[in-house]
């Protein structure tokens, strides 16, 4: 049995991916449904499925980051993303490990990345350079992104505050809403986490758990223990904060 999720955070496109690949692809079993980056990291790392389908421009982390760090969590996860744009290196994706899906996906491509994928599940190999090739491809291309967030407004009991994006430490989700942690102290947004992260630099913003996105200039430190989770010591704040194991990826620099 081939295993694979799919990421993507619009509802209907995703229904329509699935329902095209249980056309095309019967056989196939999707082991997860994902509406953002975090979760599909966290599908991989627990189902270590045969082929992950991601969405490049997610919430969050987007799908090349997801790759980038699943090649370390299931290096024998294949990718096939699915995009609305062609400037993240096509011929890249065409020469090697992975395979795309230009936007309205048909019938017939998808058809054609299944006999691909076919014939490479078993052995299975991840061409991480090729990987690290498309990250970096999006980090010199920020034109595509729209401009990140450089202030917020945020509650604090009756007084609204304005707090400058590079003065938080932490963001936490918090039920439907999101608190944002400063030097100072707490502060509550009144949008939830998954919005705001799609707002943010993803070069300053790293989420480290479904509940929680980090500001990497606040980081003092990080240690990783024996289970592959880690800890954040931070340089203005006197908690410290765990990094789910699927995500020790993103620090493996640091």
Known sequence: MITAILAEDEALLRKALLDLLARVWPELQVVAECDDGASALEAISEQRPDIAFLDIRMPGLSGLEVAAAAAEASPGTQVVFTTAYDQYAIDAFERGAVDYLLKPITEARLTAT???????????????????????????????????????????????RLIMVDDVAYFRADSKYTVAMTAEGEALLRKPIRELAAMLDPTVFKQIHRSTIVNLRAVASVVRDDTGKGTLRL????ETLVVSQPFMALFRNM
């Open 114 to 160: 299944m006999q691909r994928l076919q014939s490479r599940v078993a052995p299975r190999t991840s061409d991480t350079a090729a990987l690290s090739q498309l990250l970096r491809e999006v980090m010199l291309h920020p034109g595509t992104r729209t401009e990140p967030l450089t202030w917020i407004t945020a509650s604090n009991g009756r007084e609204t």
């Open 235 to 238: 340089k203005q704040r006197p």
